[in-house]
């Protein structure tokens, strides 16, 4: 009978993985990432329309909403087109100094008040938003509108805390994102 080999098999010891997190606390680690992700897609979301208008009708996203706004409501005045708008009423002047200089408005100064501009649309004006992809207003601003209230006053109130962690500058609010 042979005798019996001294020849030592090694045990490797299996080298300990770490504990799987229960599922409540992984959902809890991955949730910030998940929330960044879903950001991105809006911005991206937003970016990508203005890319699109820009390219098919020649002029930026805000300059478009302008442009829709003074068509709506021919004769209107910068300030405001600056509250249809949500932005800043020195915003709203550049805007349209813009688009008279590129020939897409034209002002007016009529009544009483001659300090006081209307707006009206010159025919490029007419091509521009014919070729624009819409929404006018962006798409963020008609997804939010299309928001279910209740739904809406909780973005809102998180959104409110989000900006406070974040020490976000309230001028910034008054800047249409087409222009960011």
Do not use: C, Y
């Not at 504990?19 to 960044?36: F, I, K």
């Not at 087109?81 to 007016?108: K, P, Y």
């Not at 601003?141 to 739904?151: C, G, I, R, Y």
């Amino acid at each position: 009978m042979p005798a019996p080999s001294r020849t030592r098999t090694r045990t490797r010891t299996p080298t300990r993985a770490a504990a799987p997190l229960p599922d409540a606390a992984q959902d809890a680690a991955e949730a910030p990432a998940r929330v960044l992700r879903q950001f991105r897609l809006v911005f991206n979301a937003v970016k990508t329309h203005f890319q699109q208008v820009e390219k098919k009708a020649g002029v930026g996203g805000a300059q478009v909403w302008a442009l829709s706004v003074v068509r709506a409501t021919p004769g209107i005045g910068v300030t405001e087109l600056a509250r249809r708008m949500d932005i800043h009423q020195t915003t709203a002047s550049n805007l349209v100094r813009t688009l008279v200089a590129a020939g897409l408005l034209r002002t007016e100064r009529k009544g009483a008040d001659r300090r006081a501009v209307q707006l009206h649309l010159e025919p490029d004006a007419a091509r521009v938003l014919r070729k624009a992809p819409g929404p006018f207003t962006g798409v963020l601003p008609a997804a939010l509108a299309q928001l279910d209230p209740a739904v809406l006053q909780r973005l809102e109130t998180d959104l409110t805390v989000l900006l406070e962690l974040l020490q976000a500058d309230a001028r910034g609010a008054g800047i249409p994102l087409a222009q960011m």
